[in-house]
């Protein structure tokens, strides 16, 4: 038999038979422990988002760079292949400048960063 399994039975027979509740496995511990993380963590999200209207609305505008962002590349294909009649390949090349823009953007930010905390400490 599995090891745990048997701890398990074992706990619960000696359960039984002391009538403690508290003796259990690690295992049984461990479970407890994630339930109580899980709900505490519910909690305080639910907390956040009815306390915290700017949570809200910064929530609500990353939702929407998300949803402009999946339109962008969900009407490429479209757009490529049924207006200009490109095809499977030419479709897929058109995503190249998207990817050339955001690794400028990645290698710029660090220097542009520098830039702004040497500015914001004059």
């Given amino acids: ?3 745990p399994v048997i701890l398990k039975k074992h706990a619960q027979r000696l359960r039984k038979e002391t009538g403690n509740q508290n003796m259990m ?3 049984e511990a461990r479970r407890k422990m ?3 993380l899980l709900n505490s963590n519910l909690y305080l999200t639910l907390k956040l988002i009815v306390e ?3 949570l809200d609305l910064m929530c609500a505008f990353v939702d ?3 949803a402009l962002l999946y339109a962008f590349f969900s009407a490429y294909p479209v757009i490529f292949n049924d207006l ?3 095809g499977d390949e030419k ?3 058109m995503y190249i400048p998207i990817l050339i823009g955001a690794m400028s953007g990645i290698c710029l930010t660090p220097i542009l960063e ?3 905390v040497a500015l914001k400490k004059i």
């Fill in 52 to 54: 915290e209207p700017m």
């Fill in 25 to 27: 496995t690690e295992q």
């Fill in 1 to 3: 038999m599995y090891a």
């Fill in 91 to 93: 479709v897929g090349l």
């Fill in 114 to 116: 520098k830039q702004y």
């Fill in 64 to 66: 929407l760079i998300y």
């Fill in 84 to 86: 200009y009649g490109f």
């Fill in 34 to 36: 994630f339930a109580k």
